[in-house]
């Protein structure tokens, strides 16, 4: 049993809604953790399930809030991306007959800079969390925060990025087949 493409992008689509609701939470959690933990002290040990960051905020309170407001920041973006996955899957304008369109070069256009960013950030929230490590600070691992694998969206989104060259060059094509006809 063959199953079509109409199928397996609308499995896509759930699965990217669950992603996107999933990380919305996370990403309010951080945020409302971090408030809660600037407000009061004494449970900063216990909002973070396997992350224990209260040795940061013994440390310093600004490094904290620095520290809490990367972890927001890489999960809103990669909320975003996963906005930007909805919001094409969902599109009317998705035409398979002609995949090669404006729209679906934008998109991965758009998702390879977010993918980029989401890089950048984790990328620097590790260096920043291995500079605290060297001040003494006893920091969890990076995977419990989901702030690791910079490297990997890095990669991503230099692959995105070629694929979007890529079509790019298909739309031109396709537009120039469409003038000959």
Known sequence: MKISTR???????????IIFVGLCIQAGSYMTNAFFALANPGIVKY??????????????????SVFTL????????????????IKMLHDKKLDMS???????????????????????????????????????????????LRLGGADVWLFMGVTLFVIAQIFKRGIEIQTENELTI
């Open 7 to 17: 199928v397996i992008l609308k499995i896509l689509y759930v699965l990217s809604w």
């Open 47 to 64: 909002l973070w399930h396997e992350a224990d960051l209260s040795a940061l905020f013994n440390y310093n309170h600004g490094h904290f």
């Open 70 to 85: 990367i972890l927001g920041i890489v999960t809103v973006i990669k909320a975003f991306l996963f906005y930007l996955i």
């Open 98 to 144: 002609q995949p090669f369109s404006k729209q679906v070069g934008r998109f991965i256009l758009r998702a390879a800079y977010v993918a980029l960013l989401i890089g950048l950030f984790s990328w620097n929230g590790v260096k920043y969390a291995e500079w605290l490590a060297e001040q003494g600070v006893k920091l969890p691992d990076m995977q419990y």
